[in-house]
C-alpha cells in the first residue's frame, strides 16, 4: 500500500511541478514575503527581534496565500482528469482511490511546501540581513509558521480535492475552489465581525465567538502563530482573542482539519464514477 501511494506521489509531484499554478504561487510567496519582510525589518521601537517581527506580518500573508495556493494546486485533481478522460485509466490500476487520492496529497503537499519554504526562506535572510545574530531569537517562531503553513495547505489541498470531485468539468471546480476561498478567508471574519457588533458584549461575543474562530482553519492557524509571537500586538488586531484562546484548540484544528478533508475527499470520490 505505501509503495502504491508513494509511486504516486512521485509521478503526481513530477506532474504538479511543470503546473504553471505552482510557479505563479512560488513567486507569489516570495515577492510578497520579501516585500512584508521589508517593512517589518524597518520596523522601529519594538522590544522582539527582527526575524519575529517579520514572521508575525508573514502569519497574515500566509493566511490568504497558503489556502489559495492549495487550491490552484487541487481543484483539477479529479475532475480535470475526468474530463480529460485519464481518471478511467487510474482506476484499471491495482490502486484504490483512496491510495490514489492519498498519492496526490503527498505529492501536492511537497509542492506547498517548497512554495513555503522558498517564501520564509527569502524572508529569513531579510530578518538576519536586518538584525544579525539577534535573529536567531526568532528562527523557532519561524519554524512554527513553516509547519502549520503546511497543514493549513493540506486541508485546502484536500477540501480541494473534494471539490473537484463533486465537480463534473475542471472550470466548475476552480469556481468551487476560489467561492469556498472567499467564504473560508475573507468572508467568514466579515460576517463575525457584524456578528460581534450586533451582539455589542453579548453570548455571542463571549461564548460562541472564540469557538467559531477555532472552528476555522485559517483563524486557527492565525491563532496558534499569533499566540506565541511576542511581536503579536505589532501585527495583528486578534492578540486580544490570540491571549485568551488556549492554545491548545487552535492547534488541535490546525492537526484535525488534513484528516478531516481529507476524510470528506475520500468520500466525495467515492460518488464518481470511473
Known sequence: MLGRILSTAGLEFRIALRNRWVAVGAAMMVLFSL?????????????ADPLSVIVASLVSLAVYLVPLIALLISFDAVAGEAERGTLPLHLTYPLSRGELLLGKLVAQTGVVALAVLAGYGAAAVMGFAAGGMAALAGLGALW???????????AFLSLGHALSCLSRRASGAAALAIGLWLVVIVLYDLGLLAAII?????????????????????????????????????????????????????????????????????????????
Open 198 to 274: 450586533a451582539d455589542d458584549g453579548g453570548v455571542f461575543t463571549t461564548q460562541v465567538f472564540p469557538w467559531a474562530l477555532v472552528l476555522n482553519p485559517a483563524d486557527a492557524f492565525r491563532l496558534f502563530n499569533l499566540a506565541a509571537s511576542e511581536a503579536v500586538d505589532a501585527a495583528s488586531g486578534l492578540s486580544g482573542a490570540a491571549h485568551s484562546i488556549a492554545v491548545w484548540k487552535p492547534l488541535a484544528s490546525l492537526v484535525m482539519w488534513p484528516v478531516a478533508a481529507a476524510l470528506l475527499a475520500r468520500l466525495s470520490f467515492g460518488r464518481v464514477m470511473a
Open 144 to 154: 512554527r509558521l513553516v509547519w502549520t503553513s503546511v497543514l493549513l495547505g493540506a
Open 35 to 47: 516585500v512584508l519582510s521589508a517593512a517589518g525589518a524597518g520596523a522601529t521601537g519594538l522590544a
